[in-house]
């Protein structure tokens, strides 16, 4: 079994639509990040958190927010998705600090 | 700022050639250094990571990497690609908050 998954892995909405992606892991670490993939950008970090009380915000959080539900639940919300929210997301896992972060197989999203 | 340059945005080599993928970081400290690889469809899998010592890092998939200090490099290397390295290649460097920094990615090309 995978030990960071991802849902839904493909999802398509339109434009005002809420949507959640979630984010598990079994790895039993505490950090967890959020990321966003587009062509040519490379990785970009969205929300990131250390453990269950501790949220931070990325690189490019405006338009998306966050639970850690759990320490093995994180979940990625766009409160209204705009077209230019397409692309694929990955959450990851990391043990402790500047260490290797594990990934999930990314959700890829488009906003119509 | 700490950042993570990849020169090459695309690289096409023939199997059974040898591979250089460059890298180059901007940090203050000794850095954390790591090289990712994505395969079409999949989420990033670690290569491998430097975090003191030999400067030379042995990783899977017969890939090494170097840190130079003096150029703020960390060029990835394999002797002998296969059509499976087809993938594209993401170079990494922690940075503060315990947050790391990626680079745009080159993408590796393989010709039979």
């Known amino acids: 079994d995978a030990d960071v998954t991802q849902t839904p892995r493909n999802r398509i909405t339109k434009t005002g639509k809420r949507i959640m992606l979630e984010c598990s892991q079994t790895?039993?670490?505490?950090?967890m990040y959020w990321y966003r993939q587009d062509p040519g950008l490379g990785l970009r970090l969205i929300y990131y958190?250390?453990?269950?009380?501790?949220?931070n915000k990325g690189e490019i959080s405006d338009g998306y927010s966050v639970s850690r539900q759990a320490q093995a639940k994180f979940s990625l919300s766009l409160e209204s998705a705009i077209p230019n929210q397409t692309a694929l997301y990955f959450c990851a896992t990391s043990p402790a600090s500047y260490n290797e972060q594990f990934f999930g197989p990314g959700t890829r999203l488009t906003v119509l | 700022a700490q950042s993570v340059t990849q020169p090459d945005i695309h690289i096409t080599v023939s199997e059974g050639a040898s591979l250089e993928l460059r890298c180059n970081y901007s940090y203050g400290a000794t850095p954390y250094l790591f090289w990712y690889v994505q395969s079409p469809g999949q989420g990033l899998q670690l290569l491998l990571k430097y975090f003191s010592g030999d400067t030379l890092v042995q990783g899977i998939k017969g890939f090494e990497a170097e840190f130079k200090r003096s150029q703020s490099s960390f060029n990835l290397r394999k002797p002998s690609v296969h059509w499976s390295d087809a993938a594209e290649y993401f170079c990494?460097?922690?940075?503060?908050?315990?947050?790391?920094?990626f680079g745009k990615g080159t993408r590796l090309h393989i010709l039979p």
């Open positions: 990494a460097v922690g940075a503060t908050d315990d947050k790391i920094i």
């Open positions: 958190s250390f453990d269950v009380k501790d949220i």
């Open positions: 790895k039993g670490h505490d950090r």
